[in-house]
């Protein structure tokens, strides 16, 4: 069965604190994995896709890499306007569906 | 970038009541878009792919029935819940792909707000 695993669950930083939050997938076939960030009420914004074992794309400060299991995404001196859940979205080969993990609550504070 | 937007944001409605969600995508042509539903502290969970000019495809224990999914043109999509019950308050999300290309990512809308009393 695929399955998408985010840990942990809650996440409580302090500005400038940096930390990586993971995402552990089992899938039949990757079509490709997403990052998503979501405000409370809001649909989630897209962040970042990665196709390949070691592949890394970054932007401003979050950088997140691929491995065959896993990704990971990691958070540089974050700042409260960081502060949303972070969902990660497996796309399955020969599908256009996504399979998403229960995401990552990060909060921020000053 | 490419934009979703999503109507109303939150809809409160009576119990046997029906509800029209629509999804529209603004700058970009989606033969394809997708409808997901999110309890609190839940994950997104896949309730159908909605197909232009075509009937939509429904996830393993979705009632077709109920959740109608109407996709008339290439930019717009429709939810309607049916017969909304108080078990069917939730946040549903619409997203979409953009047409022709493959292996992009999904933009979604801004979600609805679903309150059945």
């Known amino acids: 069965e695929d399955q998408v695993t985010q840990s942990p669950e809650a996440l409580r930083l302090q500005e400038g604190e940096s930390s990586s939050l993971n995402c552990s997938y089992t899938?039949?076939?990757?079509?490709?994995l997403f990052w998503y960030r979501q405000d409370p009420g809001k649909g989630p914004e897209f962040l970042f896709t990665?196709?390949?074992a070691g592949e890394e794309k970054e932007k401003e400060r979050l950088k997140a890499t691929l491995t065959k299991k896993e990704s990971f995404l990691h958070i540089t001196a974050p700042k409260p306007e960081d502060s949303a859940t972070y969902l990660c979205a497996v796309g399955l080969r020969g599908s256009e569906k996504l399979v998403f993990g229960k995401g990552t609550k990060l909060t921020v504070n000053p | 970038g490419a934009v979703v937007s999503q109507h109303p944001s939150w809809v409160i409605c009576k119990s046997g009541t029906s509800v029209k969600i629509e999804c529209r995508s603004l700058?970009?042509?989606?033969?394809?878009m997708f409808w997901y539903r999110q309890f609190p502290k839940q994950s997104l969970m896949l309730m159908a792919t909605s197909n232009e000019g075509s009937k939509a495809t429904y996830e393993q224990g979705v009632e077709k029935d109920k959740f109608l999914i109407n996709h008339a043109s290439l930019t717009l999509s429709t939810l309607t819940v049916t017969s909304a019950h108080p078990e069917d308050s939730s946040f549903y999300i619409c997203?979409?792909?953009?047409?022709?290309?493959?292996?992009?990512?999904?933009?979604f809308g801004q979600g609805t707000r679903l309150t059945v009393v």
């Open positions: 990665l196709y390949s």
């Open positions: 997203s979409a792909r953009i047409s022709g290309l493959k292996n992009t990512e999904a933009f």
């Open positions: 899938v039949s076939g990757l079509r490709g």
């Open positions: 700058d970009f042509q989606a033969t394809t």
